[in-house]
T-cell receptor
């Protein structure tokens, strides 16, 4: 078990659908992250929550909406996505301190048709 | 904008060979982390280096942080098929505890 669990592992959705990605961490960390991983690009930080407050929002389109109801759970709500949003979406957690390592989940492979 | 360039982008070698992958930047980082990502999984931290000139060893893996804290290298001795994966470097600092700058990665394949 990685300590960070993401569901679903695979998701195919049309451009008019609404879906949500879920992430749960069992490590007692106080920071949670959403990253986007696309081919031939570096990992892109999308959102960071620390103690359930959003502390980073990297100019992500509004069709991606994060939610952090408590320090163990993180959601990414998706609506009216575009085909270029197809990617691996990785959730991570950390202690939120300087040089704290990231603990990643295994990701959700999203395909937008 | 801080950027990290990783080279080579792809590397395919035979079991038992040695290899080095590089992570370079024109920016100074307060720390460098190396991760390995296997197919179908998320990245897993291998090491963090924080001091210029620092060398850390993890079994057959040797990590070095440049004196000026702008570059890092990962050397693998006697590579094994289990070393196959995407190696990512990530630079920390820049005034945020949360933002890491990632490179695009080196995809290593070790053939039996």
């Amino acid at each position: 078990e990685t300590g960070v669990t993401q569901t679903p592992r695979h998701l195919v959705m049309g451009m008019t659908n609404k879906k949500s990605l879920k992430c749960e961490q069992h490590l007692g960390h106080n920071a949670m992250y959403w990253y986007k991983q696309s081919a031939k690009k570096p990992l892109e930080l999308m959102f960071v929550y620390s103690l359930e407050e959003r502390v980073e929002n990297n100019s992500v389109p509004s069709r991606f909406s994060p939610e952090c109801p408590n320090s163990s759970h993180l959601f990414l709500h998706l609506h009216t996505l575009q085909p270029e949003d197809s990617a691996l979406y990785l959730c991570a957690s950390s202690q939120g301190q300087f040089n704290s390592p990231l603990h990643f989940g295994n990701g959700t492979r999203l395909t937008v048709t | 904008t801080q950027l990290l360039e990783q080279s080579p982008q792809f590397l395919s070698i035979q079991e038992g060979e040695n290899l080095t992958v590089y992570c370079n930047s024109s920016s100074v980082f307060s720390s460098l982390q190396w991760y390995r990502q296997e197919p179908g999984e998320g990245p897993v931290l291998l090491v963090t280096v924080v001091t210029g000139g620092e060398v850390k060893k993890l079994k057959r893996l040797t990590f070095q942080f440049g004196d000026a804290r702008k570059d890092s290298s990962l050397h693998i001795t006697a590579a094994q098929p289990g070393d196959t994966g995407l190696y990512l470097c990530a630079g920390g600092g820049g005034g945020s505890n949360y933002k890491l700058t990632f490179g695009k990665g080196t995809l290593l394949t070790v053939n039996p």
